[in-house]
C-alpha cells in the first residue's frame, strides 16, 4: 500500500504544473515568454532569464520547455548588444552612426572611429554592422592619407 503511494505521488511531484504557452519579444528584442498554469486558464509573461535562474520553478516545467527556454537565453546571451539604427555624413565627411544599446532603450551617436579602437567593442556588434563600421573606418582613414599626400605634394611644389 505505502509504495503505490509513493509511486503516486511521484508521479504526481514529477508531473509539470508550467507550460510555455508562447513566445514574444518585446521592442528592445528581449524574450518574453508567456506562461500557463497547467489545468488553467491563467497565464503570466516573464522572462526566460527569471524561470531559470530558480531551481524551484524550473523543475515544474516539462523537459522540452525547459530546452526551449535554455535556447531562449542562449540566444540572448550571444546577440549583439549594440545595433546601427541610422548612419549619416556629418559636415567633415565622417560617417556619424546612430547607435541602440540592446537592453535599453538609449540611443547614442559614435563616429566608426570611436568603435574601432578596441577590437571588444565590434565584437557587441552583428557581422553586418561591424563590416560597415570598418568599411566606414578605412574610407576615412583613405580620406585622411589623401589629405596627408595632397597636403605633402602641395608642400614640395612650394
Not at 566606414?136 to 605633402?152: G, H, T, W, Y
Amino acid at each position: 500500500m505505502f509504495i503505490k503511494f509513493k509511486k503516486m505521488l511521484t508521479k504526481i511531484l514529477n508531473h509539470p504544473a508550467y507550460k510555455v504557452h508562447s513566445i514574444d519579444q518585446d521592442e528592445n528584442d528581449n524574450y518574453i515568454v508567456k506562461i500557463q498554469i497547467i489545468r488553467k486558464s491563467l497565464c503570466f509573461d516573464t522572462t526566460p532569464e527569471k524561470i531559470l535562474s530558480s531551481d524551484r520553478i524550473t523543475n515544474k516545467f516539462s523537459p522540452t520547455d525547459i530546452r526551449t527556454l535554455t535556447y531562449l537565453g542562449y540566444l540572448d546571451i550571444n546577440s549583439p548588444k549594440y545595433k546601427i539604427m541610422a548612419q549619416k555624413l556629418a559636415e567633415n565627411d565622417q560617417l556619424v552612426l546612430l547607435l541602440r544599446e540592446k537592453k535599453k532603450n538609449k540611443l547614442e551617436t559614435k563616429l566608426p572611429s570611436e568603435i574601432s579602437i578596441n577590437k571588444e567593442n565590434i565584437k557587441n556588434f552583428d557581422s553586418n554592422d561591424a563590416h560597415l563600421i570598418g568599411y566606414a573606418q578605412a574610407m576615412e582613414d583613405l580620406a585622411k592619407e589623401k589629405k596627408l599626400k595632397l597636403s605633402a605634394k602641395n608642400k614640395l611644389d612650394y
